[in-house]
């Protein structure tokens, strides 16, 4: 069984700056990929920023120049940096792995990231 723990969240001025971290725990594949989500009130789950096990980066449009997603495979964790966040960027932000092998993903209990103006 697969768990994963974030943690890094809380509130910060609008300009301000958060980082995120996420650790899996179980059995872990080592061919997967490893990324952020976040889901604001009344709104759907949305990509933000994935990791492959070979370190290639996606964004979502809307953090490019802004977050930087990075991963350490020996730690089985991966970190979401936030640079210039926004009130736009208020959400709960979860964690997934998932496995290629098997197609399975699996979450975290995510966190709430609060950018105040």
């Known amino acids: 069984q697969v768990q994963l723990v974030e943690s890094g969240g809380g509130l910060v001025q609008a300009g301000g700056s958060l980082r995120l971290s996420c650790a899996a725990s179980?059995?872990?594949?080592?061919?997967?990929?490893m990324g952020w989500f976040r889901q604001a009130p009344g709104k759907q789950r949305e990509l933000v920023a994935t990791?492959?096990?070979?370190?290639?980066?996606n964004y979502a449009d809307s953090v490019k120049g802004r977050f930087t997603i990075s991963r350490d495979g020996a730690k089985n964790t991966v970190y979401l940096q936030m640079n210039s966040l926004k009130p736009e960027d208020t959400a709960v932000y979860y964690c997934?792995?998932?496995?290629?092998?098997?197609?399975?993903?699996?979450w975290g209990q995510g966190t709430q990231v609060t950018v105040s103006s």
């Open positions: 997934q792995l998932y496995v290629l092998m098997y197609r399975r993903e699996y």
């Open positions: 179980g059995i872990i594949f080592s061919d997967n990929v």
């Open positions: 990791v492959t096990s070979t370190e290639i980066a």
